[in-house]
């Protein structure tokens, strides 16, 4: 399955700990975003990278959220001392560049702060 | 930001059409109309886009307004596994890339 992957598919810290999470993109796309869906709400968008560089980043992605992507390929999100308002699923996409706009997610890495 | 407004919940029977329907009168000229649906514990999947024609593939087909204010997802046959909450999604016009959701429509199939 050359789908998009992300790890871990659950995690649960205990507030004040870093959490990072991985996605790996299918490999010929070189579009990338970050979202984040609570309970009962759609999708919110968070980040998106074309190739290594992050081109937009969300108002809600707080200093205490950074997202990387080196050298254009898989790609981390990192939040730093959890709040419990940080428990959510956090899904990643990815996209082909060029006219095409679907979205391919992942499973979601599903993070519980306690 | 360009909005839609979708029903929380629709009930279909199996076997039978279903229309969902969404509003987006905020809609700009080269904004496209995006349907996905999330299935129970998966992310989204990209179900049909379209931007003033109607639009068919082998999941959906998009029939969308002539004024392009509204649009509507025809499932022609609804099974068990479209049991799904369906978002109606514009491209944000603030921003090149990124995708609103709102809350979607939770559709139920009756067998």
């Known amino acids: 399955d050359t789908g998009v992957s992300q790890d871990p598919r659950h995690k649960i810290t205990k507030r004040g700990q870093n959490v990072t999470f991985r996605c790996d993109p299918i490999s010929e796309h070189n579009r990338l975003y970050w979202y984040r869906q609570t309970l009962g709400q759609g999708p919110e968008f968070l980040t998106y990278?074309?190739?290594?560089?992050?081109?937009?980043k969300s108002r809600l992605l707080s200093d205490r959220f950074s997202a990387e992507r080196p050298k254009g390929s898989f790609s981390t999100l990192e939040i730093q001392r959890t709040e419990q308002g940080d428990s959510a699923m956090y899904l990643c996409?990815?996209?082909?560049?060029?006219?095409?706009?679907?979205?391919?997610f992942g499973p979601g890495t599903r993070l519980t702060v306690t | 930001d360009a909005k839609t407004t979708q029903p929380n919940s629709m009930e279909s029977n199996e076997e039978e059409p279903v229309h969902l329907p969404c509003n987006h009168s905020t809609i700009s000229g080269t904004d496209y109309i995006h349907w996905y649906r999330q299935l129970p514990s998966q992310g989204p999947e990209y179900v049909i886009h379209g931007l003033t024609s109607n639009v068919n593939n082998r999941m959906a087909s998009l029939a969308i307004a002539e004024d392009r204010k509204s649009s509507t997802l025809i499932l022609h046959r609804a099974t068990l596994r479209d049991a799904a909450v369906y978002y109606c999604i514009l491209r944000d016009p603030s921003g090149t890339y990124k995708y609103i959701f709102g809350t979607g429509t939770r559709l139920k199939v009756l067998a």
């Open positions: 990278f074309q190739n290594e560089a992050q081109l937009e």
């Open positions: 996409a990815s996209s082909a560049g060029g006219a095409t706009y679907e979205q391919y």
